[in-house]
């Protein structure tokens, strides 16, 4: 008789291999590049469309992590500062961490909705409602 390892080994390597993923979605790297003092994101709009939240949102919450001016222009988001990709894409992550992923399922099929004096991140894969922090 097999044990059970070996049994779920046999039964996972059945499994397409979409079952067994873990996350389907994932958040956008930024391109940019160091322009004098300057840091310019050229994809921002791309990624704030992908991650379907609105562009001044993100920009609010990002700006107001790495304490430093920005601006978004039609070529992209222009920070007043030179900042690495690294620490960019780690508060975009931060960012879908708070504001986009569903605190109960992890899915990203997720709306921002004002009620009242509250936002809540409301998910439409499981149906919760959680309330999100004001940047």
């Known amino acids: 008789m097999e044990d059970y390892t070996e049994l ?4 996972r390597e059945k499994l397409p291999e979409s079952s067994t993923l873990r996350e389907r979605f ?7 590049h160091i ?14 469309h992908a991650l379907g ?8 919450f990002i700006l107001k992590e790495l304490a430093t001016p920005g601006e978004l222009k039609r070529t992209g988001l222009l920070f007043g500062a030179k900042i690495p990709a690294s620490r960019i894409n780690e508060k975009i992550r931060l960012y879908a961490d708070r504001f986009v992923l569903c605190t109960e399922c ?13 936002t809540r991140l409301k998910c439409a894969a499981c149906g919760a409602k959680n309330p999100v922090k004001e940047i």
């Open 8 to 11: 779920l080994r046999k039964v």
């Open 53 to 60: 939240r609105e562009s001044p949102h993100m920009l609010k």
């Open 106 to 118: 992890g899915k990203p099929d997720t709306k921002l909705e004002r009620e009242g004096p509250i």
């Open 26 to 32: 994932e958040v956008p790297k930024v391109l940019g």
């Open 35 to 48: 322009q004098g003092n300057r840091t310019i994101v050229s994809n921002f709009p791309q990624i704030a």
